[in-house]
């Protein structure tokens, strides 16, 4: 099975036996997510980091003004949608499981 992103926070969700039934209906990594869900000002954040992030080559997620796991949630949100890659001193990472500081770039 394939692994799905999930629609709040953006980390990767891997295919468990238990949602072998409905897998198809999985939208959410877990139950905080679920009651979180995706807000209007979360697509605001995203829309907000990806103009930054445009302006220059390399942008660290610190320096953007919000939440620092909001920013992250919308960031590996833009990643899983193909917009931006992770990288910590130059070099790839996974969004997913990433920590410490970070940068992003359009693609």
Sequence with gaps: MDAKTCASCGRRIEWRKA??????Q????????????????????EERILA????????????????RED??????RLAAAGQVRWTQKGHPVDPSTARGDVE????
């Design 19 to 24: 949602w072998a039934d409905d897998w198809e």
């Design 26 to 45: 999985v939208r959410w990594c877990s139950q905080a997510c679920r009651r979180r869900g995706f807000r209007e000002a979360d697509r605001r954040l």
């Design 52 to 67: 930054a992030a445009e302006r220059t080559r390399r942008l660290p997620l610190a320096t953007v003004d919000g939440d």
């Design 71 to 76: 920013v992250r949630r919308a960031a590996r």
């Design 104 to 107: 992003i770039a359009t693609i």
